[in-house]
């Protein structure tokens, strides 16, 4: 028979504990920091005197999920709170385990009781709400104190019973700053960096490899390595790491995105709302940066056409055929070309009047429309079709519009008796929208254009 599936430990082995370290292992989990002292960012969350660090320095643990991109340093400060606190470590990956990886690993820490577990839960959102749920009485009755990472929203990826059991940490991208210092502790480090490759990299190569990898330590560091080992040692034995040998190892730009993901969600929100705040360049950088990490460019333009429609609407009707334009040509032209005729539609509604009269008012309408739904049609609306519908008087006093100069029948009632003079629509007093109401007051008061 086959044997059963192990959970990955990261405490056996394979997966060495905070303070040993793997010689073959890749640079970044070789550099992972082994104290709080040597943790580098979320200040907010672990400097001293704050609310992370007063509860392990206390032993006041409770179950916890820290919520940040990646690289920024769940899984490590997951251990090291694992190794100040004296308790066993038990990590596993939502990617592979399942309901009885979880199992085995409860089994084991109620057998060591009454030191501590802390299960770690790398992408703890991969879990379905049966693995969740398979957790939840185990960190109630604290057999496990769990601590789980994930790169996704908590309040949509973990379940309420869980959460609610549970403090949401939230990690912050690292600064370029703060790679740069731990890109600067690897290349001096001889016994777990590079320093014994003699390397020699200035702070142009250095600033440059902390501006491209998003905030992002393990992309940072594994880039490095592979730089530094890319490069032939000159005659003084130094392998010098420039910015281009940093740029070719990196292949390209890192791009902190995921189209299924937070990053999807945050930056288009951002785009609209630059459009819609009228900042042109603010609007061609979001949509550069979704267009750059493989966007699906129409699920950007049909955004697109619903801000024309939103936000900008009668100020410029012409925004609209703009953005369905837009569409069409980037569904014709395919990209990467298609950026050209999105770059000019993302101006065009940047620069252009904004109104959302429209939108507001047809919400006004629609409460209307529920609170009295059944309100029937006003009989002179209604066409006489038959001679039983002019007896019942269908259409009675109708007055034809185009009987008039001004193309307005006077005194006419459109709305059911119950609304009659209710105002939905207020005009906002900006470009096309200000011309066309100004034109509708004086036909309204009997004046031809």
């Known amino acids: ?89 038990s990590a596993v990956s939502a990617v592979s385990a399942g309901v009885g ?92 960096g590079i320093a014994a490759l003699n390397p020699a990299m200035d702070d142009e190569a250095i600033s440059a490899l902390a501006a491209s990898v998003g905030g992002d330590a393990r992309i940072a560091l594994n880039a490095l390595e592979a730089a530094a080992m890319s490069v032939t040692p000159d005659e003084a034995g130094r392998r010098v790491i420039t910015r281009e040998v940093v740029e070719e190892a990196l292949q390209h730009r890192t791009y902190l ?31 550069a940066r979704m267009i750059e990490a493989g966007e699906d460019p129409l699920f950007i333009v049909r955004r697109m056409v619903i801000l024309a429609a939103e936000d900008v609407g009668l100020a410029d009707p012409q925004a609209l055929s703009m953005a369905v334009a837009c569409q069409q040509a980037v569904h014709f032209v395919g990209m990467p070309e298609g950026f050209l005729p999105m770059a000019e539609c993302a101006l065009y509604l940047a620069l252009a009047p904004k109104s959302n009269s429209a939108m507001t008012a047809y919400l006004k309408a629609k409460e209307d429309v529920e609170a009295t739904r059944n309100d029937p049609v006003p009989l002179h609306l209604r066409n006489a079709v038959t001679g039983l519908m002019r007896g019942l008087g269908y259409g009675r006093g109708y007055q034809y519009a185009h009987d008039y100069a001004t193309g307005i029948a006077p005194g006419q009632a459109y709305l059911p008796d119950r609304l009659k003079g209710r105002r939905y629509y207020t005009p906002r007093p900006l470009g096309r929208e200000r011309e066309v109401w100004e034109a509708w007051e004086r036909r309204l008061r009997g004046t031809p254009e």
Do not use: C
């Not at 303070?19 to 960012?41: C, I, K, N, Q």
């Not at 839960?121 to 185990?138: G, S, T």
């Not at 789980?148 to 991208?173: D, H, K, M, Q, Y």
């Not at 995105?257 to 937070?262: S, V």
């Open 1 to 89: 028979m086959p044997r059963p599936r192990q959970p990955r430990l990261l405490n056996q082995p394979e997966q060495p504990s905070p303070d040993e370290f793997d010689p073959s292992a890749p640079l970044a989990a070789r550099m992972r920091p082994r104290t709080l002292d040597e943790y580098v960012g979320q200040d907010h969350l672990v400097g001293p005197g704050r609310i992370l660090r007063r509860l392990i320095e206390a032993g006041q643990l409770p179950s916890m999920v820290f919520w940040g991109p990646p690289g920024t340093g769940k899984t490590t400060l997951a251990r090291i709170i694992a190794a100040m606190s004296n308790a066993h470590f």
């Open 101 to 192: 990886d979880l199992r085995r690993v409860i089994a084991e820490a109620r057998e060591r009781r009454p030191r501590k577990t802390i299960l770690f839960i790398d992408e703890i959102h991969r879990f379905n709400k049966a693995q969740q749920d398979a957790v939840l009485p185990f960190v109630e009755d604290g057999t496990i104190t769990l601590i789980g990472a994930t790169t996704e929203n908590p309040s949509f990826e973990v379940i309420g019973p869980l959460l609610s059991r549970s403090r949401v940490f939230t990690l912050n991208a690292l600064t370029e700053e703060q790679v740069a210092t731990l890109i600067r502790r690897a290349l001096s480090d001889g016994e777990r």
């Open 257 to 287: 995105y995921d189209r299924q993901g937070d990053a999807h969600y945050d930056t288009i929100s951002a785009f609209i709302k630059s459009l819609r705040g009228s900042d042109p360049d603010a609007s061609l950088y979001w949509l």
